[in-house]
């Protein structure tokens, strides 16, 4: 290698480092207006039921990527859009232009059932809902146990990724639905009380195709007293 080509060389490697460069930074995410919260528990917390594993990969990764991605659209939102609460955007999804609009629809729902998610899961040792929404769930499903079995159908019914859902009206009146793949409730204008994610993502490690399982092993998993306060 004569001296102009070690130049050469070293120019256009030079190049190549600041392209790299450039192109991680352009990748690198914005880091709002929406942030990851966080867990608010360790991992394990609700181990044997939902595992540590599964619990890091489904926050750190499946949700934060949902975050990530719903800052990536709101960049090319109108301000006032990009200002609005991850409520207001999932309630009105006509106001978010068309071009972004599956954008915000995915990953906007993705951000808020899983804030949710992550909301009302508390190991309970065996607990049931008590006050004013145990009486509702009575007389709205005629009993806990019949409650049970409709909303483990609804979960066990989604084809593919998706969510089952308890969740009320604006008259307060409770039903079972199921969404798919990230839809969230408030589309509808229903406010989700308590969810159970039935992406693969929420329980392969554990319970691999076991669907029916890991939706048996939920019951030991509910915050009832959260879900209560999302009612009232
Ligand atoms: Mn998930």
Redesign the pocket.
């Known amino acids: 290698m004569n001296r102009r080509d070690a130049i050469k060389t070293t120019l256009l490697a030079g190049a190549a480092i600041l392209t790299t460069k450039q192109s991680f930074a352009a990748e690198a995410p914005p880091t709002g207006p929406f942030t990851l919260p966080p867990l608010g528990y360790a991992f394990d917390a609700l181990e044997p039921f939902i595992d540590a594993k599964t619990m890091e990969i ?1 926050h750190g990764r ?2 934060k990527a949902y975050v990530d991605n719903l800052n990536k659209a709101l960049v090319k939102a109108p301000a006032p859009v990009a200002a609005l609460s991850i409520e207001a955007l999932l309630k009105d999804l006509s106001a978010v232009p068309e071009e972004l609009r599956t954008a915000v629809r995915n990953n906007g729902g ?1 951000h808020h ?2 804030t949710l ?1 992550w909301q009302t899961l508390r190991k309970n040792e065996g607990g049931k809902p008590s006050g004013d929404l145990a009486k509702t769930i009575d007389a709205t499903f005629s009993g806990y146990e019949a409650f049970q079995k409709q909303f483990a159908e609804a979960a066990t019914k989604v084809f593919g990724s998706g969510w089952a859902w308890l969740v009320a009206d604006a008259s307060k009146k409770l039903s079972i639905i199921s969404t798919p793949n990230q839809d969230s409730p408030l589309s509808q204008n229903l406010t989700p009380l308590l969810g159970i ?1 039935v ?1 693969e ?2 329980y392969y490690l554990k319970y691999q195709n076991k669907r029916a399982d890991y939706i048996a092993a939920f019951w030991n998993v509910i915050d009832w007293e959260k879900v209560e306060s999302r009612l009232s």
């Open positions: 489904h499946h949700h993705g059932n899983h998610f994610d992406w993502h929420a």
